[in-house]
């Protein structure tokens, strides 16, 4: 659920990014571009670095060179809009343990713009809505990637960053994440997604292969 | 001027000229010292109140006076080093570090045998300006063991930069809240409040040795850093060719 | 570029909701609330078993061994300020939100204080009893223990910062803020101390509410940068 007029045009792009950590790089003179409907897929092998592209992209990471833009406008200078346009689905889940997937994501809430679907709609979306009540410590691994999910689909934003989204997911749960990427992609949401997976949609791709 | 600055920060370049200037800041130094300690060792009159044992201030007041520079030089560098990413900015700020720490060392242990005639004891607590030097070693130990404790080089010096930045505004306030303390404590303090007052003969030496050791610190600061240099850099291209160069190339 | 679309939370909105997360979390486990407490009632037991309990010893080094002890049970509790945010990921998420980091880190900090800061406040007077302090002492002690320890949370927040995810951050994460944390133990101290000698304590309390202020206006910015660094 993607509105307003500024999703339909949006375009994040890359140029020549290069990135080192301590004396190894990990990757040279990247570059790429995604618009509204598009997704863009990285691939690599373990260690080749799509989490640090990814990182480097959403600004925990600095670059050696090279630029980021969102929208025409270098992310550097307009950190908070690119932040409030994107949200991040990272390897570690990001929820806390202790608490209610209910409670996780109503904290979530204030942390970037929300969409019209309720949380009730998203948790039937995911399949989980008999977990509500449970501390996030009490479901599975696979079970605790959807409470991820939910993030994504109750935010309101253009961009979707997932870094390796399948990871514990059943076959069921690796075709519920394409069906909503396919969604998020129809309504002009854009996504960026590492995986060492063969990915099928019916959508434009992109791929940049790092090595 | 910014052309030289530039060449400066370059780490090459600055390994080439470091040795050059380090021995024009030494032997000067030295010379100042040798003057300051002979001419204050015995040419400087006896104090009326405190006799021989006063002459410890001519190591005792350089090396405090250089363990605050120091740290300031930790904190400044360390800044640079943050703000403008400059890497040879990052390699003075820890070069720097474990040098202030020593002359930090020295001047309590300089302070503490100056005091054992003074205060009868090894250590005065109450006294303001050897508790503040305290509290500065332990921001200095700080600093250096959150440098030991990170791997990764580039995120030790922006984090010890950082701790430098927020130490050097506390520095500032231990000063003042340590000399508060010692007022309502009613301790002796070991240098008498009168600094310029006292005798010429007394005073020469004292300042050749300020200078002196201040020279000398900025001599052995640019060799560590060059070292640190060498050490960061060993991996790139320039450092092997120098390395496998033949004899007769510096 | 005018943004029609979807409303950006408010700027308070996401430190009001970190904060509330963070007590939600200490409510669930009320044993994080509890040691540093029981830590507290245990050191300023020490004393008097180690060094004599004498009425005269006691009223002389109630105020210092109070605020000692309330400084080492702030650094226990400001060690988990954000490794199990860290741990976990949220603290990833939070870097990337379009929430200012200094506010939401602000946010966690006053969580962190209503749940450590705050309740050795309230506990201070049951101990300072036993060291035989007067009522009107007691109330000084509390006040300046009140502004020290929200200077201790935030000075330690950024300690917190710059050790989360290091290998033994324990002991570094105190070699880093004991210095910082000496002026506010020796204004408070010995304010409590002038004020049990029954002469002016004014200054100190001043001094106190001062370096409250000022870290709360300067230190979120030097732990949210701190927190971007560890995170690299």
């Known amino acids: 659920m993607v509105t307003g007029p500024g999703a339909l045009t949006a375009r994040l792009s890359a140029e020549g990014l290069t990135l080192f950590r301590g004396d190894r790089c990990l990757f040279r003179n990247v570059s790429f571009a995604v618009r509204s409907g598009e997704l863009l897929i990285l691939e690599g092998s373990n260690g080749s670095g799509k989490t640090s592209l990814m990182k480097a992209l959403v600004g925990m990471l600095d670059l050696e060179n090279g630029v980021v833009s969102w929208n025409g406008k270098p992310v550097s200078e307009q950190r908070q809009v690119f932040h409030g346009a994107l949200v991040w689905t990272a390897h570690r889940v990001g929820l806390k343990a202790d608490l209610t997937p209910v409670e996780n994501l109503r904290y979530e809430a204030a942390l970037r713009p929300q969409g019209d679907d309720g949380l009730d709609k998203v948790f039937e979306r995911l399949e989980i809505s008999r977990l509500k009540p449970l501390p996030l410590r009490s479901l599975s691994a696979g079970q605790q990637r959807r409470v991820a999910l939910a993030r994504m689909l109750l935010a309101d934003v253009p961009l979707w960053l997932m870094d390796e989204p399948f990871t514990n997911l059943d076959r069921e749960g690796r075709a519920l994440v394409m069906d909503l990427v396919k969604e998020h992609l129809d309504e002009g949401g854009m996504c960026v997604m590492a995986a060492h997976q063969d990915v099928e949609i019916d959508a434009p791709v992109t791929k940049v292969v790092l090595r | ?250 | 570029m005018t943004d029609q679309g979807p409303q950006m939370p408010g700027l308070l909105v996401g430190l009001v909701a970190v904060a509330r997360r963070d007590l939600l979390l200490a409510w669930k486990r009320p044993g994080d609330v509890l040691n540093p407490l029981f830590f507290f009632a245990m050191v300023c037991t020490l004393f008097p078993l180690a060094v004599g309990p004498s009425a005269e010893q006691l009223t002389f080094s109630g105020p210092g061994v109070l605020w000692v002890a309330a400084l080492l049970a702030m650094l226990i509790s400001l060690n988990s300020l954000f490794i199990s945010d860290f741990d976990d990921g949220s603290l990833e998420q939070l870097l990337v939100s379009p929430q200012p980091l200094p506010l939401v880190g602000l946010g966690k900090t006053a969580a962190h204080w209503l749940t450590s800061g705050l309740p050795l406040v309230l506990v201070s007077p049951i101990v300072a009893i036993t060291y035989r302090m007067p009522g009107d002492v007691v109330l000084v002690l509390m006040l300046t223990l009140t502004l020290g320890t929200i200077s201790l949370s935030l000075l330690g927040s950024i300690g917190a910062a710059l050790t989360v995810g290091l290998h033994r951050g324990t002991a570094l994460l105190s070699l880093l803020i004991l210095p910082l944390s000496m002026p506010v133990l020796i204004i408070g101290a010995n304010t409590v101390s002038l004020a049990a000698g029954n002469e002016t304590y004014s200054a100190g309390i001043w001094a106190l509410s001062a370096y409250a202020v000022g870290t709360l206006s300067l230190a979120p910015y030097a732990t949210a940068a701190a927190l971007r660094i560890s995170n690299e």
């Open chain 2, 1 to 250: 001027m910014w052309k030289w600055f530039h060449q400066l920060a370059s780490p090459p370049h600055f390994y080439r000229i470091a040795p050059a200037f380090s021995t024009w800041l030494l032997l000067p130094g030295l010379a100042l010292i040798a003057y300051g300690v002979y001419s204050g060792l015995f040419l400087a009159p006896m104090d009326y109140q405190q006799g021989d044992a006063f002459r410890i201030i001519y190591i005792h007041v350089p090396s405090a006076y250089l363990s605050l520079m120091a740290y300031m030089i930790v904190a400044v560098a360390g800044g640079i080093g943050l703000i403008w990413r400059m890497k040879l900015a990052h390699a003075v700020a820890a070069s720097a570090a474990p040098l202030g720490a020593w002359f930090t060392f020295l001047a309590l242990a300089t302070g503490s045998i100056w005091g054992r005639p003074m205060w009868g004891t090894w250590w005065e607590w109450a006294d303001p300006r050897m508790m503040s030097e305290l509290i500065l070693l332990f921001f200095y130990f700080g600093y250096m063991a959150l440098r030991a404790a990170i791997d990764d080089t580039a995120k030790a010096d922006k984090a010890s930069a950082l701790l430098a930045l927020v130490g050097v505004v506390n520095v500032i306030i231990v000063h003042y809240s340590v000399e508060w303390w010692s007022s309502l404590h009613q301790g002796q303090t070991i240098m008498a409040e009168g600094g310029p007052a006292m005798d010429p003969g007394m005073l020469y030496p004292l300042l050749a040795n300020i200078f002196g050791f201040t020279l000398l610190f900025g001599s052995l600061l640019l060799r560590r850093t060059r070292t640190e240099v060498l050490f960061r850099e060993r991996r790139t291209r320039w450092v092997k060719e120098m390395i496998l160069a033949p004899e007769g190339q510096s």
